[in-house]
């Protein structure tokens, strides 16, 4: 498939206990007018939007940056794979020839992430643009202990901590009709360029963020498990 401008996909493989789980990861940043142009090379027949404005750009942002995981994933031509929405609103993926495949979307401020990994290993991402200007809930007194330490600005600490906590609510499938305090982040550690942290309530996840140009981004996975490093460093350098 022919690579396009502003986007990029890659194999992103998870190890847990010396056992290997494929993930592929995909990123657009594609202007509406440039996707609209190319909806039949990713878009399926029955993902047809009345959706307009931004609204639409979001929709075809989130499933370009699926199609383009999904495809790195499967090999699948990405306009032969459908997403539709499930009860919950979560994105449900049909791959011709696959099953047991889950896709995790996520979009913010014209770019979009996506990651397409096997059912038996939950994983979720999320993205938010780095804007101070925005309200969000108030980091707790201890995770603001946890960050005085690190070479985050403020409004940086902020979004990082929210997009854990929201990739968090994507891979147990609540969204945020929960109490907010369940998603408390208990420990934050460096590693490079990236911020692990673990969660008060939920132990047996967590989440590998960074930032990437003017966005926060979030994967949350098991806890015990390994995600390539690497590759996520070339994903945040192509997308910086």
Known sequence: MTEWTNSYHLALTVTREGV???????????????????????????ERTTLTGVAQHHYFLGRHAA?????????????????????????????????????????????AMAVVFPESHPMAVDIEAIDGSRFLPPVTPAEMRLMASLPYSTDEQQFLLWTARE?????????????????DVKSVERNGDFLISTFVHF??????????????????????????????????????
Not at 93 to 105: D, F, K, R
Not at 173 to 178: A, E, V
Request: charged share 15%; proline share 6%.
């Open 20 to 46: 290997s789980f494929p993930a592929s990861m995909g990123v657009s940043s594609l202007s509406l007018p440039a996707l609209q142009l190319e909806l039949h090379r990713f878009l399926h027949p029955e």
């Open 67 to 111: 199609k383009l995981a999904a495809f790195d994933f499967t090999g699948v031509a990405p306009a032969s794979i459908r997403i539709r929405p499930g009860v919950f609103g979560q994105p449900v993926l049909s791959c011709p020839g696959h099953s047991n495949l889950q896709v995790s979307i996520t979009h913010s401020d014209g770019s």
């Open 167 to 183: 990739a968090l609510s994507k891979v147990l499938r609540t969204g945020f009709t929960t109490d907010l305090e369940l998603f």
């Open 203 to 240: 132990m047996q996840y967590k989440a590998v963020s960074w930032v990437a140009g003017n966005m926060a981004c979030s994967l949350v996975l098991p806890q015990r498990s390994l995600v390539d490093m690497a590759a996520l460093q070339a994903l945040t350098n192509r997308v910086s």
